[in-house]
């Protein structure tokens, strides 16, 4: 595994890379709101070992607010902006690959809006989301939306680990224990700007979901915590990705949230890999 940085537009972003001898495509994942891009690599089940295995490069990337972008809180749809650039300078560099954007929880939100944006369908093959908040219990859309930061301050403190127990984490068994000591270590502060994206997406989501003409695939897991997650929400989901040229809305069995920290990352992770290539290839 590589630590690297990328210079795009007035800011670097700090990432992780596996890269294979001869890439047949880019793998570019995006981190979950107080984590980082080490998220996508729990020496497990990382994803980015799983896809330079099958001779894609894989990037994870801290997004703008975090890493080296520390200084640089932004919304969502500004990063999905930054998110584009970034895919433009990989293709560059690299040749004109397929891209597969991958993106959990507020990540997944970014995959999302970066997706409908125009200049999507000239550099993106498809995405993959999960952990996306398609409803809240109303006792969380209430403390979300109440969330304001002390005057003078870009950043809220990082998620306790009691917190992210409860609401990132299925129950015992279907996690190593080591992967809560991981989580903590991943633990970031939360940038700010971004915080209203999360808690407008059940909102906001929908329209911009029907504007998507990329193929999706969309996970929640079975024992999400941190949202509501009902075959009734997934319906919806499907509805509102109408125009998508594939549209994959499906659960991940025995899993929390933070799916790629749970026993069931591999799977999910070569499942997310699998569809890509069936994407790639026509199918």
Request: glycine content about 8%; aromatic content about 6%; charged content about 20%.
């Amino acid at each position: 595994m590589l630590q690297t940085e990328y210079a795009i537009a007035d800011m670097t972003l700090s990432g992780r890379e596996e890269r294979p001898d001869r890439p047949r495509g880019i793998v570019l994942a995006l981190h979950g709101g107080g984590y980082s891009a080490g998220y996508w690599d729990y020496p497990a089940h990382s994803l980015l070992r799983l896809a330079a295995e099958r001779a894609l490069l894989a990037v994870a990337v801290d997004r703008p607010g975090y890493g080296a972008a520390f200084a640089h809180p932004m919304p969502l749809a500004r990063q999905a902006d930054v998110v584009l650039d970034l895919i433009d300078a990989l293709i560059a560099r690299e040749g004109p690959l397929p891209v597969l954007v991958t993106g959990h929880s507020m990540g997944g939100i970014l995959a999302l809006i970066a997706a409908a944006n125009p200049r999507a369908e000239a550099l993106l093959s498809a995405i993959d989301v999960s952990g996306v908040p398609l409803r809240y219990p109303a006792a969380m859309q209430q403390a979300l939306s109440a969330r304001v930061l002390p005057d003078g301050e870009t950043h809220f403190p990082p998620n306790a680990p009691d917190h992210c127990r409860t609401l990132f984490f299925g129950p015992d068994g279907t996690f190593d224990p080591d992967a809560l000591a991981f989580a903590e270590e991943l633990a970031r502060p939360v940038p700010g700007a971004e915080l209203p994206d999360a808690a407008n997406a059940p909102r906001d989501l929908p329209a911009v979901m029907r504007h998507i003409r990329l193929p999706v695939r969309m996970t929640f897991a079975q024992d999400e915590a941190s949202s509501i997650a009902t075959p009734d929400i997934a319906a919806a989901a499907r509805a509102d990705l109408a125009a998508s040229r594939r549209a994959d809305v499906r659960f991940e069995p025995a899993t929390g949230h933070n799916i790629s920290l749970h026993h069931a990352a591999s799977p999910f992770h070569r499942g997310m890999l699998d569809w890509f290539d069936t994407i790639l290839e026509g199918k």
